[in-house]
T-cell receptor
Framework: DTGVSQNPRHKITKRGQNVTFRCDPI?????LYWYRQTLGQGPEFLTY????????KSRLLSDRFSAERPKGSFSTLEIQRTEQGDSAMYLC?????????????FGEGSRLTVL | SQQGEEDPQALSIQEGENATMNCSYK?????LQWYRQNSGRGLVHLIL?????REKHSGRLRVTLDTSKKSSSLLITASRAADTASYFC?????????????FGTGTRLQVTL
């Protein structure tokens, strides 16, 4: 399967614990995006990378959130000291970039439940 | 923040009928895209329309764009039960940075037999 891959698909954790999600984009895609989606809402932008450079971060991305894309390939999103309000679906997407904002290819998402 | 607002929030139709969803947005754009999401799954790109285009077709999909009204519509003709999903419009920044897409709140479509 050459699509966007996300792991784990589901994560249940207790408040205060740290969690990490991984995203493997389509191999030739330069851009990688993280979005968060809560129930009944559209995806909300968190951050994006052009190769290994993190070019933009949303105000939604508090200092408890950190994202990396060390070699311009896979990316990780870590949430420290999780809170119940962090419960959501975390979606990763990739695209060719950079000339225009074209089609995004999404993974199946990582659903986080914070108890 | 959500750039677009879809209307209606929910739509229930019978198989074979047409479904129309509308999207309004706030700022200038380079393009507008529509995505589909089955429950609990990722989003799938359906169609992209550029700011200098007024109408675009893809199979049973027809998208219109009115930049003067900052609105778009998605028409699904001859709907099928398999079209049951949430549909989102998404816009880019329109400021030349070619950065991220901003999604609307979505329309939940239910197609019954």
């Amino acid at each position: 399967d050459t699509g966007v891959s996300q792991n784990p698909r589901h994560k249940i954790t207790k408040r205060g614990q740290n969690v990490t999600f991984r995203c493997d984009p389509i191999s030739e895609h330069n851009r990688l995006y993280w979005y968060r989606q809560t129930l009944g809402q559209g995806p909300e932008f968190l951050t994006y990378f052009q190769n290994e450079a993190q070019l933009e971060k949303s105000r939604l991305l508090s200092d408890r959130f950190s994202a990396e894309r060390p070699k311009g390939s896979f990316s990780t999103l870590e949430i420290q000291r999780t809170e119940q309000g962090d419960s959501a679906m975390y979606l990763c997407a990739s695209s060719l970039g950079p000339r225009n904002t074209g089609e995004l290819f999404f993974g199946e998402g990582s659903r986080l439940t914070v108890l | 923040s959500q750039q677009g607002e879809e209307d209606p929030q929910a739509l229930s139709i019978q198989e074979g009928e047409n479904a129309t969803m509308n999207c309004s947005y706030k700022t200038s754009i380079n393009n507008l895209q529509w995505y589909r999401q089955n429950s609990g799954r990722g989003l799938v790109h359906l169609i992209l329309i550029r700011s200098n285009e007024r109408e675009k077709h893809s199979g049973r999909l027809r998208v219109t764009l009115d930049t003067s009204k900052k609105s778009s519509s998605l028409l699904i003709t001859a709907s099928r039960a398999a079209d049951t999903a949430s549909y989102f419009c998404a816009t880019d920044a329109g400021d030349g940075t070619a950065s991220k897409l901003t999604f609307g709140t979505g329309t939940r479509l239910q197609v019954t037999l």
